[in-house]
C-alpha cells in the first residue's frame, strides 16, 4: 500500500499547520513512505554516499562543510538523515557522524544498511526544533533535504543548530529552490507554468476524510530563509544554487532536465556560528 493509502489521504489543503500537527504528519508519512521513497530514489542516494540534491551534486567535489582536514575527527550532525546514507559518507572519510530523523521508519532502513554496509553510525529520533543534545556539541551540522522543508517553525531549526554547534562550525542545509513553489511538481512541459504566488506561504497540505493533516510542506522565500538565519545568530556565507549538469537524464519527482535547463531546483545555505 502506498503511504496515501495508509494514511487515509482524500485531498489537499491550503491552511495553516502549526507545529504540533505538523510534526505529527511528517512522522506518520515518512515512516508510511520509507519503504516506497527508499526502493524509487536509494540507488540515486546510495548506501554510503553524500548527495546534496537532485542535481547530483557531490559533498566529495563541493566541499561545502570544509573539505576533507575540516571533516577528519570531526563531530557532525545530521538533520533529516533518513535513511542515513550522507552520515555513513562521513564516517568513511574519518567524521564522527550522529544522524538524526524524526522517522521511525526511515530510521529502521538506516540501521539496515549499516548493518549492511558496515559503516555504522549513532541515530537519534527527534525533531529538528527541539535538538535532544548539549550546548557546543557539534563542529558541523548539514542537512540535504532533510527536515527543513516539513518545519512549522523553521527559525527554531536554525537556533537549535546554532545551539549545538561549537563557535566556528558550520551548518550547512539544501532545500527545494524556494521559486518552485511557483509551480506544479510536475517535472514535464505542465511544471513550466506558474500556479501560485511565490510570496503565498500558506502551506501545502494533503489530509484525510476528517481534515487532519497527513503530509506537509512549508514554503519560505529567500527573504525568509536568509532571516532565519541571520536570527539565530548564524553569519551565512553563501547561497549555492546548483545547475543541472549536461547530460544528466534523472528525473527525480519534479526535478527534470527539461526543468533544469530552465530555473534552478536546489538552494543550499552555508552558514557558520561566529
Known sequence: MSAEEILGTTGVARRAVGAAESERASRAWWDADAGDYLAEHGADIGDADFIWCPEGLREADADLLGGPAALRGARVLE???GSAPCARWLATQGALPVALDLSRGMLRHAAALGDATGITVPLVQAGAERLPFADASFDLACSAFGAVP???EPRQVMREVARVLRPG???VFAVNHPMRWM???DPG??????????F???????VDATGAATYVEHHRTIGDRVRDVVAAGLVLTDIVEPEWPEGRETVWGQWSPLRGALFPGTAIFCTRRP
Open 183 to 185: 509551480f506544479s511538481d
Open 200 to 206: 503565498d506561504r500558506t502551506p501545502y497540505v494533503e
Open 79 to 81: 538533520v533529516g538523515c
Open 169 to 171: 562550525g558550520r551548518w
Open 189 to 198: 512541459p505542465d511544471g513550466l507554468t506558474v500556479t501560485q504566488s511565490y
Open 150 to 152: 516539513f518545519v512549522a
